[in-house]
T-cell receptor, first 111, second 115 residues
Framework: RKEVEQDPGPFNVPEGATVAFNCTYSNSASQSFFWYRQDCRKEPKLLMSVYSSGNEDGRFTAQLNRASQYISLLIRDSKLSDSATYLC????????????FGPGTRLSVLP | SAVISQKPSRDICQRGTSLTIQCQVDSQVTMMFWYRQQPGQSLTLIATANQGSEATYESGFVIDKFPISRPNLTFSTLTVSNMSPEDSSIYLCSLQLTSGRETQYFGPGTRLLVL
């Protein structure tokens, strides 16, 4: 089983739609969680950290369920500029830093 | 955050040659990392570049193939040695700032094609 799994997509949604991405992780000792965004031919950029209580940043809401080892990202009122690949990232602390990246979910927001 | 630059941004190389990629940061950072992203894949950590000591390599990566230098807190290099077409990939350096939350920030990447 892969350490971090995501819906591969692609998700094709119209502008204004709400879309949700799911991510599961296998290591119950994982310490911290992030969503990164990667545009085509660009480097990944931090979108938001995921806190235990859930957190919101504008149109983006992240949720963490430690018991189920599950992370989600909700995007409301999708914009064309939201089109990208969304990477779920888990920090498995142990020897040094150990960020494990999921395979990513590709989103296309259509006009 | 910090400003991270990588050189070269891209290169086309012949099989059997080596390429050294440079990563420069505009501030001192404790932890720097090197990742590989193969076409259509997610990121895989190659190694942690330790300042003043040997890099720490992940499973499947060895120093002979990917020697790394970290002479100071703002600079690191990754060499891809004796290249084969399977090494065609994007190579990214990243860093974790010494203060603030434990997030990683990435350089723009080096796009390598091996013929």
């Amino acid at each position: 089983r892969k350490e971090v799994e995501q819906d591969p997509g692609p998700f094709n949604v119209p502008e204004g739609a709400t879309v949700a991405f799911n991510c599961t992780y296998s290591n119950s000792a994982s310490q911290s969680f992030f969503w990164y965004r990667q545009d085509c031919r660009k480097e990944p950029k931090l979108l938001m950290s995921v806190y235990s209580s859930g957190n919101e940043d504008g149109r983006f809401t992240a949720q963490l369920n430690r018991a189920s080892q599950y992370i989600s990202l909700l995007i409301r009122d999708s914009k064309l500029s939201d089109s990208a690949t969304y990477l779920c990232v888990v920090n498995i602390k142990g020897y040094g830093q150990n960020f494990v990246f999921g395979p990513g979910t590709r989103l296309s927001v259509l006009p | 955050s910090a400003v991270i630059s990588q050189k070269p941004s891209r290169d086309i190389c012949q099989r059997g040659t080596s390429l050294t990629i440079q990563c420069q940061v505009d501030s001192q950072v404790t932890m720097m990392f090197w990742y590989r992203q193969q076409p259509g894949q997610s990121l895989t950590l190659i190694a942690t570049a330790n300042q003043g000591s040997e890099a720490t390599y992940e499973s499947g990566f060895v120093i002979d193939k990917f020697p790394i230098s970290r002479p100071n807190l703002t600079f690191s290099t990754l060499t891809v040695s004796n290249m084969s077409p399977e090494d065609s990939s994007i190579y990214l350096c990243s860093l974790q700032l010494t203060s603030g939350r434990e997030t990683q920030y990435f350089g723009p990447g080096t796009r390598l094609l091996v013929l």
